[in-house]
């Protein structure tokens, strides 16, 4: 299986299943609509108006070492493979709702506003130092864990965030499991003794702001409806400016309201954020902000754009990462990661303020998806849904789909919200990735392309 | 080759013989909380 596809000058194809990547030329692009299935007589046949028998030939002969080498049209053997069909998925990172509330306000909220639809809670210590005992408890033989500081707003019960820090850094020595603490604030709260701490303590930090001040502040504003931007913007620059080397980024949602996202994501870049993540919002349908099919078009040329200016930035030598562009070709997850995805109900769980697990941040609130509590064991018999083979072969619409190696099937929760199924998944999320993808492929073909002709 | 130019000569065949150990980081842990993209993530078992 292939996906071949143009943009600007560059023609490229994708071997789905090895994952290699070539950059061809018009004649090969041309052929590939018949090869393998007609033979080299049919297709001088099919394509002698344009292209010289023996140029055809030629082509033919490269594409026939390409597949000799097992570089395209390569089979996928994956689903018999027995590291995909024996894995044991266990317990390896939580998203912890530390604070069931807020201190502002976002209209696209999926956390409806920061409570869940529930009452306004924090997390106590003892349900904390729970949640992370049960993390080592169910993480088998994984040493590295994941716990993630998340809200509504962490900041909110920070002091409880400082002491699960130090339970888990004393517990990882007795259990030989090393504690990836990581945090997603809205900042207003920020100021420089927690900055201080987050940067010493957090490998990842995760600081959401929309973009533009007047884009960031229609749907991001405090509980008197004033806007964040002015608040938030110099306490992130100063967190990222004292962060040194470690891992951050910037997060934004974008929405019909800012459907020219890529001047946002610009916006942020501009800032000096070097690295830059802006999401489509996962809305309920029929919301004013709602993105739909007809906004397709528009989104893909914006993707197209921020495209192009990454790599002009990047020849400039102030280049920046953007999330969702970002694939490693040659070192990236395994194919058995890919295959599995998120792993969302299996590896990954959220915790509520009360102890109470849900399959994921996205699924809190929905009592029908609570599978136990930290207090009282997980129940994974409770649900009716099988999250652990919710893989990609699983999933009629991924099966044959060429982007599936790096969407992995896509996020379950909007699988479920739209489809009320987790192997149905998203269709306009997914029209995005594969936009996603394929500029990413083109970024990295321009880029080598400027290496070889500079080179 | 004259008329095709490889980018990447794949990996994820050569994946399927040591994958699957988990070590790595959970994709909605880095930076995407509602739309999955798990290829951009790092391999810690090289």
């Known amino acids: 299986m292939i996906h071949k596809f143009k943009m600007d000058d560059v023609n490229i194809v994708l071997d789905v299943n090895s994952g290699a990547v070539h950059i061809v030329d018009d004649i090969v692009y041309s052929i590939l609509d018949y090869y393998p299935q007609k033979n080299e007589e049919e297709i001088k046949t099919l394509l002698k108006d344009q292209y010289s028998s023996e140029e055809i030939k030629s082509v033919l002969a490269e594409l026939n070492d390409l597949r000799k080498q097992d570089l395209l049209f390569s089979e996928d053997t994956y689903i018999s493979n027995s590291a995909f069909t024996t894995r044991k998925p266990v317990v390896k990172a939580l998203c912890l709702h530390i604070a069931h509330d807020c201190n502002i306000r976002c209209r696209y909220c999926f956390a409806s506003q920061g409570d869940f639809k529930g009452t306004r809670s924090l997390m106590s210590e003892e349900i904390g130092k729970k949640a992370l005992d049960f993390l080592i408890e169910n993480s088998g033989n994984r040493r590295n864990l994941e716990v993630d500081f998340f809200g509504g707003e962490p900041l909110l019960n920070f002091e409880v965030v400082k002491k699960l820090v130090d339970y888990g850094r004393k517990r990882e020595k007795e259990a030989n499991k090393n504690f990836r603490f990581t945090i997603t604030t809205n900042g207003v709260l920020l100021n420089d003794e927690i900055i201080k701490y987050i940067n010493e303590n957090m490998e990842n930090i995760v600081l959401s702001i929309d973009g533009r001040k007047e884009i960031n502040d229609k749907m991001r504003y405090t509980v008197n409806g004033e806007g964040t931007y002015d608040i938030i913007l110099p306490k992130f620059k100063n967190m990222v400016e004292t962060r040194g080397d470690k891992s951050y980024y910037v997060r934004g949602t974008f929405t019909k309201y800012n459907i020219d996202f890529a001047k946002d994501v610009l916006h942020l870049a501009d800032q000096g954020f070097k690295n830059t993540s802006v999401e489509p919002v996962v809305a309920e349908p029929g919301k004013d902000y709602e993105l739909t099919y007809e906004d397709l078009p528009e989104i893909f040329h914006q993707y197209e754009n921020l495209a192009r200016e990454l790599i002009k930035r990047e020849k400039e030598g102030n280049g920046f990462n953007f999330f969702h562009f970002m694939v490693d070709l040659n070192q990236g997850p395994c194919v058995i990661k890919r295959l599995t995805g998120c792993g969302a109900g299996s590896e990954y769980l959220a915790i509520t303020p009360e102890g109470d697990i849900y399959p994921c941040h996205q699924f809190v609130g929905n009592e029908k998806f609570k599978m136990g509590s930290v207090v009282n064991g997980l129940n994974k018999e409770r649900l009716n849904i099988d999250f652990a083979n919710a893989h990609v072969y699983n999933k009629e619409k991924c099966r044959d789909c060429w982007v599936k190696f790096y969407c992995s099937g896509g996020c379950h929760a909007n699988a479920y919200n739209f489809n009320n199924d987790i192997n149905r998944p998203y269709d306009l999320g997914c029209e995005m990735e594969k936009k996603r993808i394929e500029c990413s492929l083109y970024i990295q073909a321009k880029l080598r392309m400027t290496e070889k002709t500079e080179g | ?46």
Not at chain 2, 10 to 31: F, I, M, N, P, V
Request: charged fraction near 20%.
């Open chain 2, 1 to 46: 080759m004259k008329h095709i130019k490889t980018l990447s000569y794949g990996s994820l065949k050569e994946t399927a013989h040591k994958g699957g150990c988990g070590g790595c980081q959970t994709s909605c842990q880095s930076a995407c909380k509602t739309s999955c993209t798990v290829a951009n993530q790092e391999c810690e078992n090289r």
